[in-house]
């Protein structure tokens, strides 16, 4: 896998153009690509320029709807439920979550679920949108199953993120983590570098741990059992049945409240890929002062940072802390892209028009 | 560790009693025991009868006020911010969700936010209170720091339940679980047995992964360094920083939103233990009609339970399920207790002269 470099700047206005190449307006491709460079500026490559192709291949397959009107079909001062018409996910995202800001600022309080998107990117995107108007931010979206029940054989539940954030000083606090003990795309590194995943990562098709990384991958993109196991492991010995429980919370608070697909029909509802999501936004007012709430977190995060060691380590990250240092680097040094996925990014160009804004390797 | 079982409704009669023995109302001594035997129903032996005692102590150490007046410092029609007044936390704890409740059969939404509470038995009791008014409900509190963070070796963090609930058929679903891997009665569970608990449980006073039960037991009673990891275990190989993530998300709903205790500081208040909770409700109706989101529920939970099982495996349980089946048994065949719990029943009996309620032992 070798790396090289692209502009941060150069590779923000590639996207914009590919994306109103697609047809999206100048407006939403730049919300979207937002949503993409936030992936990449955090040092997520997963979710970054990397997965350009994934969307480029759902877009032109018209599973996602360049033109899609997303409908509220049930609104109340706290809450909407809206129907995205098989939107491109980042804009059905970044819509409901300034819906939910909007409603936290009168309110105190937004809730708002929905179904029949498509893949959002980062969840902790979104969580952040709600964390930058002083609230907190909580995100969830189902996906394909991939994560086996404990004692199961077959994927019945999606890798199901849950992001959250809250203001605080020097660096906010977002968390944003797959329910599953690891997200595919580490099991595609492992199988790159020596076919072998650790133990506790994922189940084969009789549902017994397994190690062979090709074989776990063939049996999920075959859909032929297995899969990847919840956060916490196989069995009940390092309480794997609470990853399985907290993917269910998010299969429950997505396609289930919205009316939309559980994670066991995403992919197969004859249209879009019928993802959904859930959005929630909490004026911190609710609390007493705001700017004491926001001291207090500032405060328990140093502490934590600030705690004890373990011997031959030096650093306690707090969530976000990563993606934070992260992002001097990248806007300096650029995005680090696979030679693969330069590739694609080039195929993706010609298709949009947009070859002269392809940003060169550094 | 020998058991030895008694019935469920005389140890009702006898729990009402000794709770009145400590100065509650008749009402308040129904509604604490109801708590408890909560927790004995459900098997969960760790949280019941066995943990009398401790309340023993609290109580007669006046770290809980059996007279404490919880205040409303701050309220809106969708929230509440609740002082505890070192109140009870069971009692504390259900008028809390109880305002919840209210607040969400009006607004939608109801989050009511706790401190200076104190210890409030099984997270799960107060989410099913919203779930039998057809209701989500979530239930958190914060503990006294037991959970070591990634790369740490002093404990910040508190077991840090989070608690789950909404309506199903024939089962509701009930998530309730600490964010640590294990709880600590399951390392004392371990030490009883032959002195190893298993490794990615806990870490010394080093940092360093141990599986010597009675060595990590010893530190986190003197406060020696170490504790339990999070859920995930050790380092970031297994996701770890997951758990000590959720954790972290609870530590903020309860001590820093109420305005209390963050976990680090609990039982250092210098009065009661200070310990924080929080409460949302959230009315089913927000998201269409509510027995249509039940229906989807119970197919979701069933397709899970009826997926196909690992080779050796016959049963996938949903979150709930073993609780739900433990009822039957432990209503017509008694509660069991250790012959040391029982010991401790007989002083706590005499204390609060509630000798002639004492169970006999079947």
Not at 130 to 153: H, L, Q
Not at 314 to 334: C, M, Q, R, V, W
Request: charged letters at 25%.
């Amino acid at each position: 896998m070798a790396y090289r470099n692209i502009n941060y700047e150069k590779t923000r206005t590639f996207c914009e153009h590919v994306f109103k190449g697609y047809g999206f307006s100048e407006e939403e491709s730049r919300i979207i690509t937002d949503v993409f460079l936030f992936a990449d500026l955090c040092g997520i490559e997963s979710h970054g320029m990397q997965r350009l192709n994934r969307y480029h291949y759902e877009i032109t397959n018209g599973m996602v709807n360049v033109h899609a009107v997303p409908v509220i079909v049930k609104e109340t001062p706290v809450s909407a439920v809206i129907d995205g018409n098989d939107a491109m996910g980042q804009l059905m995202a970044v819509k409901a979550m300034q819906l939910a800001i909007e409603k936290a600022k009168k309110s105190g309080v937004g809730i708002v679920s929905v179904r029949n998107s498509n893949h959002y990117g980062c969840a902790g995107y979104y969580a952040n949108m709600a964390m930058r108007e002083g609230m907190i931010g909580i995100s969830m979206t189902n996906t394909e199953s991939i994560m086996v029940p404990t004692f199961g054989k077959k994927a019945m539940i999606g890798t199901n993120p849950i992001a959250f954030s809250i203001p605080a000083d020097p660096i906010p606090f977002t968390f944003d983590s797959a329910t599953t003990v690891v997200p595919r795309g580490k099991l595609e590194v492992y199988a790159k570098r020596d076919g072998k995943i650790r133990n506790g990562w994922a189940v084969d098709e009789n549902g017994q741990e397994s190690t062979d990384a090709e074989r776990v991958l063939n049996n999920i993109i075959g859909k032929l059992g297995g899969g990847i196991l919840p956060l916490g492991g196989a069995g009940e010995e390092n309480s794997g049945y609470k990853g399985y429980g907290l993917g269910m919370i998010v299969s429950i608070m997505t396609g289930i409240l919205s009316g939309g697909a559980t994670d066991n029909y995403v992919y197969k509802t004859g249209h879009g890929s019928g993802i959904a999501h859930f959005f929630m936004a909490i004026n911190l007012d609710l609390f007493g002062d705001k700017e004491e709430v926001r001291k207090r977190v500032s405060t328990f995060m140093q502490e934590v940072r600030d705690s004890d060691k373990a011997d031959g380590q030096d650093h306690i990250y707090t969530h976000g802390e990563k993606e934070f240092l992260a992002k001097d680097k990248i806007l300096s040094e650029g995005i680090p892209v696979q030679e693969k996925t330069y590739e694609e990014l080039k195929q993706i160009a010609e298709y949009t028009h947009s070859e002269e804004y392809l940003p060169e390797l550094m």
